[in-house]
């Protein structure tokens, strides 16, 4: 196979030696639909000697068959691994390749050009340290060029190659590739991309890929692999302030304890000092752990355990930083964020934010704006669909300790995650922690939930009736609040009508509306039950997540999912309010059950079939659940 070393032969230690210390460049290939990325990697691969002879064989008998070149070796299908790939002639999915020279060892990225696949081009840059955007000579700069150019700079790689492919097609022009860079250089400059190297090239013909081609004798640059041999891409990281997110607590027995981690950014060696993030603990670092032995400094890119001196408490998520320059910490943050997911992104809307080897709930609190990649213009925006970039501002559950992403990726990119399905929804890029989140701060008060609840002689619940509209919830909910006022309680009813008369008089029944209603009610009830007191909730509250939401925020066994289970054939006979005639008819939009989804609960306390099940009789089901606090068959 393979780059053949003559070391192979005379040494083979000394060989593995070298190629194990060789420096690792990571590097994607993107740009428009059909600009030559697959064939333009199969081209590097074929000659760096990395295909295996039967691999070869393979190749040439896929060219005959489903080739684009005639019969020739069509290189493209190296990394067009999908069978719908081949079929169409496009890339998909990622398809990342390992090949070397005497040099340095490389991983390529090879990234799909279409627009509906562009969340698969930002899980290809987010480890590159340098990026080859390909435009068709032929073509020119289009939009997908524009937009993953946009994204290559947002994703912080400032190494770039401008490779304009398929110079043969246009007789390589120097016309043609100049007109070519003075546009490119215009947009680049918008986006910040200041630097780039611009390289005529054929992938299919070889020219100009591992050695300069004599076709194009006004070129003096250097050919694809040159460059990439020598891009310098270790920015040094060592000469950052340390930092390093523990990754496991290492406790093998009762006479080690130590803290293993990937070190980000920085050096650190034993006698520094250090702080444990978020809680700003600080200690000095005692041993430098590996399976090779105690190490006198550990850098940017170890795997290491630390041991420290003190006994401080440290976690899984937590970060080992330089203790005379920490990250901040922060609950609040402004951030680029990237929808990857066909639900589209609602504003208050709970998800999991996983950043570093930390996770915490968070809420996407306002989008500020949607970029449009191909003018740069910032649009206004209340939500964020498939594909698109955004700027918002973001709120987490915990404090997390962070670096910008511009100065630190491990510390500063994070991804959204859906709490029910665990999508991957999202992707985003911290810039700073909102000034707010520095500035407020919890106040202790002496008086606690405990002690008011034991005023009132009751354990403090929210009852939360949810169902399709004319199922029968405030009726019920009403019913069971006067049994418990009967029976002494102090209770507070939520009704989800009366409520849009004041707190939320300015939302409407929009998805993004309807997020925001549950958010600020499950605030309210939250409150109450801190008062002491058994709320009552009746919302239709259409979306598990925002129910899972509210459960949340309360204490254990403190949330109780009443299902008021009405079939919708049944809601729409009673209609005593007239909406789903008005929604039938066209004139109420966004009504649950007619033209915007209900998700029923999947694991509710109590089910209350209303097609069995009188009002009064459930209303004298649940309070008996509440008092005896369990499921007595309901």
């Known amino acids: 196979m393979a780059h053949q070393s003559d070391l192979i032969a005379e040494d083979i230690e000394a060989y593995l030696h070298q190629h194990e210390h060789k420096s690792l460049l990571r590097f994607l290939t993107c740009g428009s639909v059909d600009d030559g990325k697959s064939t333009l990697i199969g081209r590097l691969l074929y000659d760096s000697k990395m295909i295996f002879e039967d691999q070869l064989a393979a190749l040439e008998a896929d060219s005959k068959k489903v080739g684009t070149q005639g019969g020739d070796i069509d290189f493209a299908l190296l990394v067009d691994g999908l069978a719908a790939e081949r079929e169409q002639g496009i890339t998909i999915d990622v398809a990342y390749r390992f090949f070397s020279t005497d040099k340095r060892k490389f991983i390529v990225a090879d990234t799909p050009g279409h627009e509906q696949y562009t969340r698969n081009m930002v899980t290809g840059a987010s480890t590159a340290d340098a990026a080859i955007i390909l435009i068709d000579a032929r073509k020119g700069v289009l939009t997908q060029t524009r937009r993953h150019s946009y994204l290559v700079s947002l994703l912080g790689i400032r190494h770039v190659v401008l490779a304009i492919n398929k110079m043969d097609l246009v007789d390589w022009s120097k016309e043609v590739f100049d007109t070519i860079v003075a546009e490119y250089r215009e947009f680049a400059a918008q986006i910040g991309l200041t630097e780039f190297t611009a390289i005529p090239m054929s992938a299919l013909k070889g020219d100009n890929i591992t050695e300069a081609s004599a076709k194009a004798p006004w070129y003096s640059g250097p050919p694809l692999m040159r460059w990439l041999e020598d891009a310098p891409v270790e920015d040094d990281l060592r000469e950052q302030p340390f930092r390093m997110p523990v990754q496991w607590v290492n406790r093998p027995n009762l006479d080690f304890r130590g803290f293993s981690g990937f070190v980000s950014s920085g050096v650190v060696r034993p006698g520094d000092r250090v702080k444990a993030l978020p809680s700003g603990r600080e200690s000095t670092v005692a041993r430098i752990v590996t399976m090779g032995g105690d190490l006198d400094e550990a850098v940017a890119g170890q795997s290491v355990t630390l041991t420290l001196q003190d006994e401080i408490d440290v976690s899984r998520g937590d970060v080992l930083a330089a203790a005379k320059a920490p990250p901040a910490v922060a609950d609040q943050f ?162 989800g009508d009366n409520v849009r008369h004041g707190l939320n008089k300015d939302l409407g029944f929009t998805e993004e509306d309807r997020v925001e209603n549950i958010r600020r009610v499950g605030e309210v009830a939250k409150l109450m039950v801190d008062a002491g007191l058994i709320v009552l909730t009746a919302f239709i509250s259409p979306f598990r997540a925002e129910r899972r939401m509210v459960r949340e925020l309360m204490g254990e066994r403190e949330f109780v999912e009443v299902f008021v289970d009405t079939p919708i054939v049944e809601a729409e006979r009673r209609d005593v309010k007239g909406l789903y005639k008005k929604a039938r008819a066209g004139e109420l939009k966004n009504f649950t059950g007619v033209d915007s989804p209900y998700e029923p609960p999947e694991n509710p306390e109590i089910r209350i079939d209303t097609t069995k099940t009188s009002p009064e009789e459930a209303a004298e089901l649940i309070f008996q659940w509440l008092e005896a606090g369990f499921d007595p068959g309901i």
């Open 334 to 495: 402004e951030a680029t964020l990237v929808w990857f997911d066909d639900e589209a992104m609602l504003p208050g809307r709970p998800y999991l934010l996983k950043l570093g080897a930390r996770t915490v709930g968070a809420q996407v609190t306002e989008p500020k704006y949607k970029v449009n990649v191909n003018t740069l213009e910032h649009l206004a925006a209340k939500r964020l669909e498939l594909n698109e970039i955004g700027v918002v501002n973001l709120s987490t559950d915990a404090p997390l300790a962070f670096d910008a992403y511009a100065e630190n990726k491990d510390l500063g990119g994070f991804i959204l995650i859906d709490r029910i399905s665990n999508r991957t929804v999202g992707a985003g890029m911290l810039h700073f922690a909102l000034r707010r989140s520095q500035n407020i701060h919890w106040q202790a008060l002496d008086v606690s939930k405990q002690a008011r609840a034991a005023q009132k002689g009751q354990t403090p619940r929210v009852v939360w009736f949810t169902g399709l509209s004319g199922a029968g919830k405030s009726t019920i909910a009403n019913m069971v609040e006067k049994r418990l006022l009967a029976d002494g309680k102090h209770t507070y009813l939520l009704d």
